[in-house]
């Protein structure tokens, strides 16, 4: 992704865009042979085992596009249960803690056991690199 492009909309109607990853040492770098043009924005129960999340889509001012807010480490998602240690699948803003999980999507994060679960609303769209097919 060289330059700013329109990639769809949210389920509202908004535009999402996202423009070239920075390469600045704030970034660590992609795995090798990560190619970025085969970026695209899913719905986050749309994302696969093994896909590399590489930006969400902060909400911003109405009429405003939602640019994409690019992680300064992508991650692979790792699918799975919650993990019940940090507690953030009770707060208000998920509270599903009684909900079952096919209504609920979440990628778990793979840098440290015990860092806890990256919980997407389902319908949030999610910038990724889908992973190879074997």
């Known amino acids: 992704m060289t330059t700013h492009q329109h990639l769809g909309t949210d389920a509202a ?5 996202a423009g070239p990853r920075p390469q600045d040492d704030e970034f660590d770098a992609l795995p ?10 899913v ?9 590399l999340i590489l930006a969400d889509f902060p909400e911003t001012e109405p009429g405003a596009p939602r640019e994409a807010d690019y992680f300064t480490t992508a991650y692979t998602a790792h699918l799975g249960s919650l993990c019940g240690e940090c507690h953030e699948c009770h707060t208000d803003r998920y509270a599903i803690g009684d909900t079952p999980d ?17 919980i997407w609303l389902r ?4 910038l990724i690199i889908p992973a190879p097919v074997a």
């Open 32 to 41: 090798d042979g990560t190619d970025l043009d085969t970026a695209r924005v």
């Open 13 to 17: 109607g908004t535009p999402l865009v």
């Open 102 to 118: 096919y209504q609920i999507r979440y990628a778990v994060l793979d840098f440290t056991p015990g860092d806890g679960c990256d």
């Open 123 to 126: 319908n949030e769209p999610v």
């Open 43 to 51: 719905r986050a129960h749309e994302v696969q085992d093994g896909d």
